[in-house]
């Protein structure tokens, strides 16, 4: 068999300007949101991502009339003949926010039948805290291991408290998309407070949710019969501005990163400073001015926002194999997350592993291999990776960075990296 890879020839420093794409992980939330509406809803600011592409096909099997228009970033959907037929299709398997379908469809019909979800493996992320959500408002939940389904009931949802042990984004957003259309009024406690969390609040609201106190550990929500169409633009995405700030920092001369909110990156930008990277926000941008070849290690430890993002924790480690020093890595959210170490010790890193951690000592020059991407975040790195080691690296299972990543080869190509795409036999 054959399959796609991507090849860097590393080694050449980049300038210009880059724009950042609508936020994936507001993006996989809001197309199952827009299920509640009684009429059309139109998105604007959408990412060319293969995870878009999977949604699409699920809204379609609901028969939901799609439009995408890709050169605009605009997608309209029509739900007003939707079906509420079982998802157990593969293109449940292929993003792990499929599950997002469960809250909105309980919410709008009261009873979903939908497959285990799939997406990047982490280590285990059991979605007990939605189930439980779920079951406060008045669903009965049944699992058949032998397919892998879950089919959700209720005669009706009744508004309650429920207090979630762990502010999970995933759970947050899920409840409150049954909530929205529950009898009375449901108060989230120990809420998650993502900025996606707030883009999602911000459509449902435009669609007729009433919906307070989005951005704080407590979310109310009275419920409403109807919702309606509206008009909506994603915010841009913190994690690919984020891996671009990194990409700057470890390869770029003089790069700005535009199209951004520079307040949802505070936390990596603090540890960018920390490491001696030279940079200023002007509005919606930040210029970073590369480094000087004399970082310092730092600790990182992943927190939930407005905390270190664990999605840039695997993108900041390959930058931190050129510190002057050891620096330690910390998982607090997911804590298998450390695959990418093996792959970038292939390229010369010298990383150990421990409990829940990652201990990067540098200073060590990369050089190319043949590498893996083995979920989204770790093939951002291998790519910040190629772009610092000398020759050329070959990633493999691409169609990862693709899931979460809007046209990243022309984006760099743009400011001078020199990728390509071809087939190898593997």
Known sequence: ??????????????????????????????????????????????PEISDVDALTVLLEELNCVVERDISVGEIGV???????????????????????????????????????????????????????????LGADINYDEETGTYHLKADELIGTEIYLDFASVGATINIMLAAVKA????????????????????????????????GTDTI?????????????????????AGTFLIIAAAIGEKMVIQNIIPQ?????????????????????????????????????????YPGFATDLQQPLTTLLTQSNGQSKVSETIYKERFKHCAQLNKMGADIELGEACAYIKGKTPLHGARVMATDLRCGAALVVAGLMAE????????????????????????????????????
């Open 1 to 46: 068999m054959s399959e796609e890879v991507i090849a860097i020839e590393g080694g050449h420093k980049l300038n210009g300007t880059v724009t950042i794409s609508g936020a994936k992980n507001a993006t996989v939330a809001l197309i199952p949101s827009i299920v509640l509406s009684d009429e059309p809803v139109e998105i604007y600011n959408v």
């Open 78 to 136: 029509d739900p007003r003949n939707m079906k509420n037929i079982p998802l157990v299709s593969d293109a449940v398997d292929k993003l792990r926010a499929s599950y997002y379908f469960m809250g909105a469809l309980l919410g709008k019909y009261k009873e979903v039948t939908i497959r285990m979800p799939g997406g990047c493996y982490l280590g285990p992320r059991p979605i007990d805290l939605h189930l439980k959500g779920f079951e406060a």
């Open 183 to 214: 009898k009375g009024r449901t108060v989230i406690e120990n809420a998650a407070k993502e900025p996606e969390i707030i883009d999602v609040a911000n459509l449902l609201t435009k669609m007729g949710a009433r919906i307070r106190g989005v």
């Open 220 to 240: 109310t929500i009275d419920g409403v019969e109807h919702m309606h169409g509206a008009y909506h633009e994603i915010i841009p995405d913190r994690i690919e």
């Open 264 to 304: 949802h990156l505070d936390a990596l930008i603090s540890k960018l400073k920390e490491m001696g990277i030279k940079m200023e926000k002007i509005g919606d941008s930040i210029v970073v001015y590369g480094n000087d070849g004399n970082l310092k290690p730092v600790e990182v430890k992943t927190q939930i």
């Open 391 to 426: 020759g050329k690296t070959e990633i493999t299972n691409v169609y990862h960075i693709d899931r979460g990543y809007d046209n990243i080869d022309h984006k760099l190509i743009t400011l001078g990296a020199h990728i390509t795409r071809y087939m190898i036999d593997d």
